[in-house]
C-alpha cells in the first residue's frame, strides 16, 4: 500500500521562510516524478513545483526564484524550500507521488 506522509509547515511572517516535507512508502519512489501543489481558500489545487525522476526541477512563475523543490531518493522523501514568503503563498500544500496524495500541510504567511 502506498503512503506519502507529509510534514512541517506552519506560521511565519511575510519575508519569512519555512521547508515542508514529504515520505512516500510502498512506492518505487527512485522511479517516480512527483509534484507540490497548493489550494487557497475559495480556489482550486494548483501545481507549485515539480520534479522529474532525474531530478530536473520546474516551477510555475509565482513561485520562480524563491521556491526550491528537491528529492532524496534515499530517503524517499521530497522537500519544498519556500523563502521569501508572501501572503499569497498563504495554502494548504500537498504532495503527489505515484498519483497519490499527502495529507496536506497547511502555510500561512502573515503580513
Known amino acids: 500500500q502506498v503512503q506519502v506522509v507529509q510534514s512541517g509547515g506552519g506560521l511565519v511572517q511575510a519575508g519569512g521562510s519555512l521547508t515542508i516535507s514529504c515520505v512516500a512508502s510502498g512506492i518505487s519512489f527512485s522511479s517516480n516524478p512527483m509534484g507540490w501543489y497548493r489550494q487557497a481558500p475559495g480556489k482550486q489545487r494548483e501545481l507549485v513545483a515539480g520534479?522529474?525522476?532525474?531530478?530536473?526541477?520546474l516551477y510555475v512563475d509565482a513561485v520562480k526564484g524563491r521556491f526550491t523543490i528537491s528529492r532524496d531518493n534515499w530517503k524517499n522523501t521530497v522537500y519544498l524550500q519556500m523563502d521569501s514568503l508572501k501572503p499569497e503563498d498563504t495554502a494548504v500544500y500537498y504532495c503527489?507521488?505515484?498519483?497519490?496524495w499527502g495529507q496536506g500541510t497547511q502555510v500561512t504567511v502573515s503580513s
Open positions: 503527489e507521488v505515484g498519483d497519490v
Open positions: 520534479i522529474t525522476r532525474f531530478g530536473s526541477p
